[in-house]
């Protein structure tokens, strides 16, 4: 069968979620391609193997440009998942909503039905947390939400050690209120991840209105006088085509989404007409709007075996692999991630605009080298709500061919101003009691000279992508927006968009469960139509 009701493109968080949700509907069928294999690696699914995710096979490159006065070289990856579930089957688990305010921003620069009142009943619908109930959060969704069982001492100590550096205890970052330090909550319960593949579509397969394809790499939106009526795919070097009764929805991330719009002749006029590809519809806003946020690493050298570094002995990873399979606890459990901190780099603005993270391990993420003795830890930080504006372009006429991205990272000075002062903020936590005596030095930056301006030059040349990209189909009623408030594209029949990329505005920390709330919101969209 080839034809269908709706054709998802990208099976990741938000397209699995779409799948499942509108598969519900026995009288539509539903068929979701990913370029990407099934989710059958097992260390997706085991939480304290994300080390082995966030720099495996299962992610795809983009190479991106830099600002010339970032003087970097050429290279710079930025990387998406290229698997069942997408971000949520490789990622560190990390479950953030953002700020109540980021929603109410959306809704007043046009996105209306999107204000954080219009969203949370979503993001309950979606939460089955382990933890927290009441008018927050949600206790009966599939996507198991929970609290690591056994905390790192180490993690403890950096909590202790951001109090006594002034922030507040916060038990509950997703209770419309960031300010302080605190645990995180991660999409896992007990010893397995809870990605959107294994929480909402492995149990929707079941369903026969129901078809997933992965090794299916789409190339181009078919259109018939103004409507999308399916997708072109290659699939074992083969072409394939699925064509679509009601709608395609595109749920292929903020890289990806725009380039296939615009490759299928939807975009700015200009820049399609440049690649000879016939103009379809005039959008000047695809690709436009790129926004991420932007990450610093500072790595410190312990005095000790303090971190979950010394489980990459082999005896301590026999040991953590006993109590994983006896008791699903200990160190495969657990995120490596597990306390963080959201506070101020501007005091200009209203609202924490800087999220902290304690990796207990140097070298787990991509990018990140371990230390000297094989003892570290690794506190992440970057800017959650950057003025910076990018955009994602056209590299030629060939679908295959990754496009041209320019995130603009520190276009604006502001961004760099608020990193750098968080950098200082962190350093200085690094130094309280309660941290200190597990540090033997600062690995990197090994040392310092010239105080704050020097944290600048730092924070300017080695800041790395946290990637978090959304923007690139923003949703709104203006002449720059590519989609409405329905998702619906503008001035295109059948086609909506369903992804990061539809995003007005950044939102204050991890993107992941937002992914799965549009996917939940914009499920009942499309089935109210």
């Excluded at 799965?516 to 919101?521: A, H, S, T």
Aim: charged residues 20%; neutral net charge.
């Amino acid at each position: 069968m080839d034809t269908f009701d709706y054709v998802i493109v990208g099976g990741g968080s938000t397209g699995c979620v779409m799948a499942s949700r509108l598969s519900e509907d026995s009288s539509c069928e539903v068929a979701l391609l990913e370029e990407g294999p099934r989710d059958r690696n097992p260390y997706i699914h085991i939480p304290g193997a994300y080390y082995k995710t966030a720099q495996g096979p299962l992610l795809k490159r983009y190479e991106w440009e830099p600002r010339p006065e970032q003087q970097r070289p050429q290279g710079q990856t930025m990387v998406q998942a290229r698997v069942l579930g997408g971000g949520s089957s490789v990622n560190a688990m990390i479950y953030i909503r953002g700020n109540p305010a980021d929603y109410d921003g959306w809704a007043a620069a046009g996105a209306e039905g999107w204000s954080y009142e219009d969203v949370l009943p979503y993001f309950r619908k979606s939460e089955n947390n382990s933890s927290f109930t009441g008018a927050t959060h949600g206790t009966d969704g599939p996507l198991n939400v929970s609290g690591i069982e056994k905390i790192h001492p180490l993690t403890r100590a950096w909590l202790e050690a951001c109090q006594q550096q002034g922030l507040p205890l916060n038990p509950d970052f997703n209770s419309g209120s960031q300010a302080g330090t605190g645990l995180y909550q991660i999409t896992a319960r007990g010893r397995r991840r809870s990605s959107a593949a294994v929480a909402y579509l492995h149990p929707a397969l079941k369903r026969r209105n129901l078809t997933l394809k992965t090794g299916s790499r789409v190339t181009r939106i078919l259109m018939e006088q103004g409507r999308a009526t399916g997708v072109e795919y290659l699939a074992g070097n083969k072409r394939h085509v699925l064509h679509a009764r009601r709608e395609v929805i595109l749920s292929a991330g903020a890289i990806a989404t725009p380039n296939l719009m615009m490759h299928s002749g939807i975009g700015p006029a200009t820049q399609l007409e440049k690649q000879g590809i016939k103009v379809v519809q005039d959008l000047r806003g695809v690709g436009q709007n790129l926004q991420d946020h932007i990450e610093i690493s500072l790595v410190y050298q312990l005095n000790g075996p303090h971190s979950y570094d010394r489980y990459k002995k082999p005896f301590w990873k026999a040991m953590a692999g006993m109590e994983y399979l006896l008791f699903g606890t200990g160190p495969a459990a657990s995120n490596l991630i597990e306390g963080g901190a959201f506070w101020w780099g501007d005091k200009s603005e209203p609202l924490p605009d800087c999220q902290f993270f304690l990796v207990c391990g140097a070298g787990i993420e991509e990018g990140v080298d371990g230390v000297p003795g094989g003892n570290g830890c690794t506190i992440n930080l970057g800017q959650i709500r950057p003025y910076s504006r990018g955009e994602v372009t056209l590299r030629g006429n060939d679908p295959l061919q990754n496009p041209i991205i320019r995130p603009n990272y520190f276009g604006d000075s502001r961004d760099l101003d608020a990193v750098t002062d968080a950098t200082l903020f962190a350093m200085e936590v690094m130094e309280q009691p309660a941290i200190a005596q597990y540090i033997e030095r600062r690995h990197v930056p090994d040392s310092i000279h010239g105080g704050r301006d020097a944290v600048r030059q730092f924070c300017q040349r080695e800041a790395h992508a946290a990637l978090h990209p959304c923007g690139t189909c923003r949703m709104g009623t203006d002449s720059d927006a590519v989609v409405d408030p329905a998702l619906r594209v503008h001035g295109v029949d059948g086609l909506r968009v369903a992804d990061a990329s539809i995003m007005p505005n950044i939102i204050s920390g991890n993107l992941n469960a937002v992914c799965m709330m549009i996917g939940e919101k914009a499920a009942e969209s499309v089935l109210g139509s």
